[in-house]
């Protein structure tokens, strides 16, 4: 986006993901568009990419670290429960009782998907067998 433009440099790092080839690999923009597209104000960054079995016409997206690094909470993607929209983990209390939590995903970087809301730092989370819990179930 435009007002994100004097952020981004040539030689910046992207992040690619090619969900087509279930793959994700670092580069670097070689050129930013001098010119802003009038419609959507947004600036287009040129990378390139040198990847086994890309073709033309494929969709990726890039993603450009913009801010500084700030403490988040991710978990093993296998550990989040995904029941239409809503997306939850189970938590083990201190009694080792386990109760479903709706959360609220973020991203997903490589096998772990970063939790928004819902979780607290330090609280413990089921990884493993999440299919075979329930609600009020006793966890060793």
């Known amino acids: 986006p435009e007002s994100m433009a004097t952020r981004i440099r040539p030689g910046s790092a992207v992040q690619i993901t090619l969900d087509s080839l279930g793959s994700s690999f670092a580069a670097r923009i070689v050129e930013i568009v ?12 040129k990378v390139p990419l040198a990847q086994q079995g890309l073709k033309s016409g494929m969709f990726g997206r890039g993603a450009v670290a913009l801010g500084t690094a700030v403490n988040s909470i991710s978990v093993p993607k296998k550990s ?25 995903i973020g991203r997903a970087i490589n096998e772990r998907v970063e939790i928004l809301s819902g979780l607290s730092a330090g609280e413990r989370v089921v990884v493993s067998g999440v299919e075979k819990v329930s609600d009020g179930a006793k966890v060793e």
């Open 34 to 45: 001098p010119a802003a597209d009038p419609a959507s104000r947004t600036y287009t960054a």
């Open 80 to 104: 989040v429960v995904e029941r239409g929209a809503m997306n939850s983990v189970w938590v083990v209390d201190s009694g080792n009782i386990a109760r479903l939590r709706l959360v609220k």
